[in-house]
């Protein structure tokens, strides 16, 4: 195997207790970032941080909600601290919810633009400063095919993709002569343990048949691979992409043939 790509990085995973960010956390180690693993729930950022470290790798769980500005500013502070710099930021913390636009309500609107929209805004201002000032940095956003397609009961959830694909080309723009990358990932719909576990709440006893329409729905006639999109993140944060910035990626078994 070549040299490990992300050698001596310092990286901050958000959401990275479960699924994708896991993945991703996981990954990143693998490929010889230092990982800090921010997630809201701290027995899955422990988890994480257990398996990394299993497997020779260097991490530190912090338990921080991304909706809270205080909390994220002192974490990073403390990443900066404790490691001296953050070289790549991945905003992957978000959560989901199903409904249009009759059936959503206030409540549900403001839960979903305060972790989605504003988390990654509070992660990516605390990250900025020590970037510029040092010349040299990677943001990588979640985003989803959400962002451009109009996909059905998906009203608060599209409008927070579609919020972090635009702050996404924004920073791209504003910080390319800084010496800062920005780019996001679109994912088409993944098997994480989220969706497993929203299949047995809203259809019991048609978990199976539910999984197979889920999963037929791509093109592709299956669901993405938590890793499958962690292999693109390393390659979007490593220097073998240094000349992309401003890209929304869309990852999805085909599904945006489907236009």
């Known amino acids: 195997m070549g040299a490990r790509r992300l050698e001596k990085k310092h990286a901050i995973i958000t959401g990275a207790g479960s699924g994708i960010g896991r993945a991703m956390a996981l990954r990143f ?4 970032a230092v990982v800090e693993i921010v997630e809201r729930d701290g027995d899955a950022a422990e988890d994480t941080r257990g398996e990394i470290e299993a497997a020779g790798g260097v991490a530190q769980a912090l338990a921080v909600d991304v909706s809270d500005p205080a909390a994220v500013e002192a974490a990073f502070a403390q990443v900066v601290e404790a490691r001296g710099a953050i070289d790549i930021l991945v905003n992957n913390a ?3 919810h199903v409904g249009n636009l009759e059936n959503t309500s206030g409540e ?4 979903i633009y305060q972790v989605n929209v504003k988390g ?3 992660c990516m201002q605390a990250a900025i400063g020590g970037m510029v000032e040092r010349g ?3 943001i990588l956003n ?6 451009t397609l109009g996909i059905q009961d998906r009203f608060a959830y599209s409008m927070s993709k579609g919020a972090v694909l635009t702050m996404t080309l924004s920073v791209a723009r ?3 002569e800084k010496g800062i990358r920005c780019n996001c990932i679109c994912p088409g719909r993944v098997h994480t343990p989220f969706v497993d576990g929203f299949i047995r709440k809203n259809y019991p006893g048609e978990e199976e048949a539910v999984f197979e329409k889920l999963s037929k729905y791509q093109p592709m006639g299956r669901m993405g691979k938590p890793e499958e999109i962690a292999a693109l993140a390393v390659f979007l944060c490593s220097d073998e992409a240094g000349f992309v910035t401003g890209s929304a990626y869309d990852i999805d078994g085909g599904s945006t043939l489907l236009r």
């Open 29 to 32: 180690a693998a490929e010889g």
């Open 94 to 96: 978000g959560i989901a």
């Open 108 to 111: 549900d609107f403001d839960r």
């Open 120 to 122: 990654v805004y509070h």
């Open 136 to 138: 040299h940095g990677v």
């Open 142 to 147: 979640m985003a989803s095919i959400a962002s």
């Open 174 to 176: 504003d910080y390319v």
